[in-house]
């Protein structure tokens, strides 16, 4: 019996367990400065800009060059299901949010606050945060 209730004190819920992967995985490439760094840098030069699965065609001049740097020094650019599909970027004013999925298959990813203040998320249903610190989170949602 004890043994039951040191499993559940000590290990994640099963439907959290995705949020540990994804911060594994991301913290594995990057530290939480050069997300900070990376989000900085979405904000300056994509301002509210949306690129919808990695699917950058719709950004010209400028706003296609510093994606393009941006997928070379950010691995996790990169990242998707196929060599077509990458993350989702989002610039909302003072939040960027990176995020994998959709609808069907749920969605995570992390979400950084420019000016480095607390950053909460703003969905509803509230998704399952992991925070970092105060200005970046990672999440999974239905």
């Known amino acids: 019996m004890a043994w039951i209730a040191l499993q559940v004190y000590v290990l994640?819920?099963?439907?959290?367990?995705?949020?540990?992967?994804?911060?594994?995985?991301?913290?594995?490439?990057?530290?939480?400065?050069?997300?900070?760094?990376?989000?900085?840098?979405?904000?300056?030069?994509?301002?509210?800009?949306?690129?919808?699965?990695?699917?950058s065609s719709a950004l010209i001049g400028q706003q296609a060059v510093a994606y393009q740097k941006l997928k070379e020094t950010y691995p996790f650019l990169k990242w998707g299901l196929n060599i077509w599909d990458g993350p989702s970027v989002h610039?909302?004013?003072?939040?960027?949010?990176?995020?994998?999925?959709?609808?069907?298959?749920?969605?995570?990813?992390?979400?950084?606050?420019?000016?480095?203040?607390?950053n909460d998320p703003d969905y509803n249903p509230k998704p399952r945060i992991l925070r970092m610190s105060n200005d970046i989170y990672f999440y999974h949602g239905e």
């Open 12 to 55: 994640p819920r099963p439907d959290s367990l995705v949020i540990y992967g994804i911060r594994d995985h991301v913290m594995k490439v990057c530290t939480l400065e050069e997300l900070r760094q990376f989000a900085s840098q979405v904000h300056q030069n994509l301002p509210n800009t949306g690129i919808e699965h990695g699917d």
């Open 91 to 118: 610039d909302w004013g003072n939040t960027v949010g990176v995020e994998w999925g959709g609808p069907w298959l749920g969605h995570r990813g992390f979400c950084v606050s420019i000016n480095g203040q607390k």
